[in-house]
């Protein structure tokens, strides 16, 4: 089964203005790294190595700037432009061609998680997905997510966007992963009251074919977004203190890449030596010393 990971980084950033005055929102810092970083790590971990980052005309080249073709992590990264934000389904055909035979994992670009068991449950979760899944975590606002109602057994029963009525405290978050064939839902889907393809009407369409799975992601996993400034400002605090109290670091491509045997150590330690003096290639630099 062959898997490709899709991550959205397009949008306004509207909500972080003057932040995303003159620079995308997913190029901005979460604590210690730019918050691409994050969701592109997520995926690593789960075994992905082929990427398709879509994003606007002006924020593509600086992407490809940054991130190159992926090949220093050991990664493919192509890249596909979305002309105006469209709703995150449309992220899937705008690119449909880059994608075209692969099981895709699509994963918001301002999202972040954390959480010791995760890639365990991503790894299981790309081994054993027949239809679509999503994945879920316990809110104490429901109102302002899109929110799937579960069976005592967890199959999933409705899913509802931003419910006005309590239906339960599951939010799907920002990570999904879908067979090839989403292409021709995502195609013929209908734009929404506010003009987008949504991505809960996709998972919709799954449901009513009985093809959906529901993982709950539980307490152990921390889900984070960069979307506003408060959002931007917690998810910044969460990782610092993450990293100072265990010493590691959440989000970092270069380690993500070398133990997990997509870079040799030589490899690594090339990608460092080029690095300016900076904690950031402190910490590597101790990696690499203390792994002699």
């Known amino acids: 089964m062959s898997w490709k990971g899709l991550v959205l980084a397009g949008g306004t950033g509207s909500r972080l203005f003057p932040l995303t005055h003159q620079f995308n929102k997913h190029l901005l810092p979460v604590y210690d790294k730019p918050m691409i970083y994050y969701p592109l790590t997520t995926l690593m971990l789960a075994g992905i190595t082929e990427f398709v980052i879509v994003s606007d005309p002006v924020s593509l080249p600086q992407f490809e700037r940054f991130l190159g073709d992926g090949s220093q992590w050991g990664l493919s990264i192509e890249y596909a432009e979305q002309l105006k934000p469209g709703g995150i389904a449309e992220g899937l055909l705008v690119a449909e061609e880059k994608l075209r035979g692969a099981h895709i994992a699509l994963i918001l670009g301002d999202n972040i998680f954390y959480g010791s068991g995760l890639p365990a449950v991503l790894r299981k979760s790309l081994s054993e997905s027949k239809g679509a899944t999503v994945f879920c975590v316990d809110v104490a606002d429901p109102s302002s997510f899109g929110v799937v109602e579960l069976a005592p057994d967890l199959r999933p029963v409705r899913i509802v966007e931003k419910p ?129």
Do not use: H
Request: with cysteine; charged share 25%.
């Open 164 to 292: 006005k009525q309590f239906i339960s405290r599951n939010a799907v978050v920002g990570l999904y992963l879908y067979p090839a064939d989403v292409m021709g839902i995502a195609a013929n889907l209908k734009p929404s009251a506010r003009g987008e393809l949504e991505i809960t009407d996709v998972n919709r369409a799954y449901l009513e074919q009985d093809r959906l799975t529901v993982r709950p992601l539980g307490r152990g996993v921390a889900w984070l977004d960069g979307g506003t400034t408060d959002n931007l400002f917690n998810a910044a605090q969460y990782v610092k203190l993450i990293e100072e109290r265990m010493g590691l670091k959440i989000g970092c491509p270069e380690e993500v890449a070398w133990r997990l045997g997509l870079i040799t150590r030589e490899q690594t330690e090339s990608l460092v030596g080029r690095m300016p003096n900076s904690s950031y290639r402190a910490y590597l630099d101790g990696l690499l010393a203390g792994a002699q």
